[in-house]
């Protein structure tokens, strides 16, 4: 935490610049009460929710940094964006978990394609997907297709029928909160880069029914390790590089690294407002995890499914509905 300084010898203004940048790098900030004249309402209730008791209390100063960098940006560079979601889904019941998910995006995409990759959707389920996304004025593209496709061939058909000028990838699984969409556009903004995502800070494990948080590396940072559930690319720079590769594993890495050979950034930020769930059925996934090195070497554990933990603010039912699922019970 940085802590403002009045006997430091700077002016107010160059103590609220100097606060600002701070808080655009992901560092926690307590500001005096004198800077509610330099700074904006919502910025400066963001600056003083902290004291200096919260020095030893590292998910405290997480929350207050993630509070305080969105605070910051929401303000100074609000997003900007046509985003469509691409979404890839072969299981039918896993339309009730991230259907409200998108509905309820503070920053609306303009579109989600959805690819059905499978033959198991009735016509009601399709209905159900045009209809509740259509009722929030958002677009909706359904594509078929078959199961002998890979994931990857399978996500690359929905980039071909994608109109926004911003692809978003979306686990049909995983949870993701209300500002997830915001999150992600501002670091790209901010960034540069034309790919960006998420850390993957937050794990619900199915077989364990606990949430992690795992050991923190740099955020804020151009990196090529992106969680791949949250990947947010410019349609430019997907289609220059040949769109989804056709496999059926990596094909996450895949993408990193042919953007990053052709000289694009690609930049990682907080990892609040998505848990990445894993279900205890490993062949569900294609992210090969080490279950026993995921939880023993995390640095912070919470019974049960625990959306508050990463600022995740899905319904309650939602949230339920996963947790039954990952661990077995439907």
């Not at 994931?151 to 949870?175: E, P, S």
């Not at 804020?220 to 949250?230: A, I, K, M, Q, R």
Request: proline residues 4%; negative net charge.
């Amino acid at each position: 935490m940085v802590i403002d300084d009045s006997t430091g010898g700077l002016s107010i203004e160059e103590r609220a610049r100097a606060l600002v940048r701070v808080a655009t790098c992901g560092t926690p900030v307590l500001a005096k009460a004198d800077l509610a004249t330099m700074l904006p309402a919502e910025i400066m209730r963001a600056f003083t929710d902290a004291s200096p008791a919260h020095l030893d209390d590292a998910d405290h100063l997480a929350t207050l940094a993630y509070r305080q960098w969105s605070a910051v940006f929401d303000h100074f560079a609000p997003v900007v964006g046509d985003v469509s979601i691409t979404i890839a889904s072969h299981r039918p019941r896993f339309i009730d978990f991230w259907l409200p998910q998108i509905t309820q995006q503070v920053h609306r995409p303009v579109q989600v394609v959805v690819a059905l990759h499978d033959t198991g959707f009735t016509e009601a389920e399709r209905d159900r997907i045009r209809g509740v996304l259509g009722e929030s004025g958002i677009d909706v593209v359904i594509v078929d297709v078959p199961s002998s496709k890979s994931l990857g061939a399978t996500l690359d058909l929905a980039r071909r029928r994608a109109d926004g000028n911003v692809i978003l990838k979306w686990d049909d699984d995983d949870l993701y909160g209300s500002n997830h969409v915001v999150d992600l556009l501002r670091a790209r903004r901010y960034s540069g880069a034309p790919l960006v995502g998420k850390a993957c800070d937050f794990v619900y494990v199915g077989s364990r029914d606990v949430t992690v948080r795992r050991h923190q590396a740099d955020r804020e940072t151009f990196s090529p390790t992106l969680s791949g559930n949250t990947l947010m690319i410019d349609r430019e720079a997907l289609d220059a590089v040949g769109g989804w590769s056709d496999v059926s594993l990596g094909e996450d890495a895949s993408l990193i690294a042919r953007v990053r050979r052709a000289g694009g950034n690609t930049y990682r930020t907080a990892g609040f407002g998505m848990i990445a769930v894993r279900h205890a059925d490993p062949s569900r996934h294609t992210w090969n995890l080490d279950i026993e090195s995921l939880v023993d070497g995390a640095i912070r554990t919470w019974s049960g499914l625990a959306p508050h933990a990463a600022l995740v603010d899905v319904p309650t039912n939602v949230s339920d509905a996963v947790r039954r699922s990952a661990v077995g019970e439907s």
